[in-house]
């Protein structure tokens, strides 16, 4: 009785199992952009831990930030002024499962366009031009990539390309993943690590936040961003990259990359765009 009893759970649990596989695949495989329309909303995946492009505000409960901005955006551009972005919080690491398994039309979280994550998503064009740095305490003997040497460690977040990219450029550092943004930062306040690794406008986000962290080095990598989907999702993608063109044409990205790096010291809005 025990032993049917376990069977009939087990043959339950992988029949659910395998339904809510299908719901994923079949939401992430049919025509988004159509289904946005009937449901008058994109779902987006947006980061919630990243200052200056999608981060939590405690008080308001609201994700705010350029890629959140930008969401809303399109959102309007793509369905119309009766239209609103449906926000989903992302992280490095969890951004392409979700994606792929079907919760989120599409992600516009810092993310850049490489060539291994476009094997498995397709990418709109690029809407901005970040590049890879570091951040570390002010006065630190850290100046540059090269300064990162056999015995220094450097903080990371999982499922950035960042942590593949300062293995390549210092492969004698030791780097430290952790799961976001905000416990990265906190990692290298706490001196976990001598320094923080990721693109120049998140780290100038810390910096903005804390300014005896600074911003160091240049960039030592160049870091495009584009809103990653699914594989197939042709219609939307097409959307997407004409009212991008629309946006800068109007002004409106201009806008809105002035609203959250035009007062930001050592960072050049111009070249982003
Ligand atoms: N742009 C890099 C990436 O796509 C780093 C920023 C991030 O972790 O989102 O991985």
């Not at 992430?28 to 008058?40: G, I, P, W």
């Not at 293995?167 to 943004?181: H, I, M, N």
């Amino acid at each position: 009785m025990k032993l049917f009893k376990q069977t009939l759970a087990m043959v339950v649990a992988l029949g659910l199992a395998a339904v809510l596989t299908a719901c994923g695949q079949d939401a992430a495989s049919r025509d988004a952009l159509a289904h946005a329309k009937e449901v008058n909303t994109i779902v987006w995946g947006v980061k919630a831990d990243t200052r200056l492009f999608g981060l939590m505000n405690v008080k308001t409960g609201k994700i705010q930030g350029f890629d959140v901005d930008m969401a809303r955006a399109l959102t309007k551009q793509i369905l119309g002024p009766s239209a609103e972005a449906t926000l989903v919080q992302v992280t490095s690491d969890t951004r392409v499962p979700m994606l792929k398994g079907g919760n989120l039309d599409t992600v516009i979280a810092t993310m850049t366009v490489t060539p291994e994550r476009q094997k498995v998503l397709d990418f709109s064009d690029p809407y901005f031009n970040a590049g890879q740095s570091l951040l570390v305490k002010k006065g630190s003997p850290i100046k540059t990539v090269a300064d990162l040497k056999a015995g220094t460690k450097v903080i990371g977040v999982q499922g950035s390309n960042s942590v593949d990219n300062v293995q390549k450029a210092a492969p004698k550092t030791t780097v430290l993943q952790l799961s976001d943004y905000a416990q990265a930062f906190t990692a290298l306040k706490s001196g976990q690590g001598d320094a923080l690794t990721t693109d120049n406008g998140i780290l100038y986000g810390m910096s903005k936040q804390d300014p005896n962290y600074v911003v160091v080095g240049g960039t030592f990598t160049k870091e495009p961003y584009g809103i990653a989907m699914n594989k197939g999702q042709t219609a939307l993608r097409l959307a997407i990259n004409q009212a991008l063109k629309e946006l800068k044409a109007s002004g409106a990205y201009t806008r809105l990359v002035n609203k959250w790096f035009g007062d930001i010291p050592g960072f050049d809005a111009k070249e982003v765009e």
